[in-house]
């Protein structure tokens, strides 16, 4: 009886490497298989066109001012802005996935539209006639609170796309506001989309 719960031992312990390798070979192809899912997913992400997502980067020939627009509000866009910095698709998502992370900001008008996830909502950033009329005044105080009073914090303005601007006179609005880090996200939702990130729906959506 002994002799067999030896004999028994030995071949347990004569098969533990065999389990061990078949495990091992086991987790190895999952591990080949979650590379390929991922590889795969990597290669299905839409890529830019030539003018970047929807346009961000296209070369109107528009000079850049330092004047808030006026309606219309549709129409091709400079592709800089003064006090403030112009960012793509890419470079926004880098700046998302940072130890700084920026306050994202839509400033379409319209209810229940698509938009960035995470974004704040603040309809009517973009309008107004000059940097001292009631609409500043507005904008400064929502930013302070969402700032927190730190005006170093990164925030990045956005509307539809590349021919809005709406998001341009609400960056002008915030460098004239003391902001010393403003990104302009010239593609806006149109670009955002193209690239396949995720989005959500402002307030009055369905």
């Given amino acids: 009886m002994h002799e067999r719960y030896a004999n028994g031992s030995s071949a ?20 080949v298989y979650a590379a390929l899912i991922l590889a795969a997913g990597a290669q299905a ?7 970047g997502y929807a346009d961000e980067s296209r070369d109107w020939g528009i000079a850049p001012t330092n004047q808030l627009r006026q309606a219309p509000y549709h129409g091709p866009t400079p592709l800089q802005i003064p006090g403030a ?13 940072g130890p700084d992370s920026p306050i994202l ?3 379409l008008s319209e209810q229940g539209h698509l938009t960035l996830a995470g974004a704040v909502w603040l309809s009517g950033a973009g309008r107004g006639a000059n940097f001292v009329d009631p609409v500043q005044s507005l904008l400064t105080q929502l930013l302070r609170q969402l700032a927190g009073g730190n005006k170093a914090r990164p925030m990045v303005f956005f509307c539809a796309g590349s021919q809005c ?3 341009y006179n609400a960056a002008l609005r915030a460098v004239a506001a003391g902001y010393s880090r403003v990104y302009w996200y010239r593609g806006g939702v149109e670009a955002w989309v193209a690239a396949g ?8 959506g369905r």
């Fill in 197 to 204: 990130l995720p989005t959500a729906r402002t307030a009055g």
């Fill in 45 to 51: 992400q839409p890529t830019a066109g030539e003018n």
């Fill in 12 to 31: 347990a312990a004569a098969c533990a490497p065999a389990r061990a390798a078949c495990a091992l070979a086991y987790a190895l192809r999952v591990l």
């Fill in 105 to 107: 900001i839509d400033v």
């Fill in 85 to 97: 910095q112009v960012v793509q698709t890419r470079q926004l998502q880098a700046l998302l996935a």
């Fill in 165 to 167: 601007w709406l998001s």
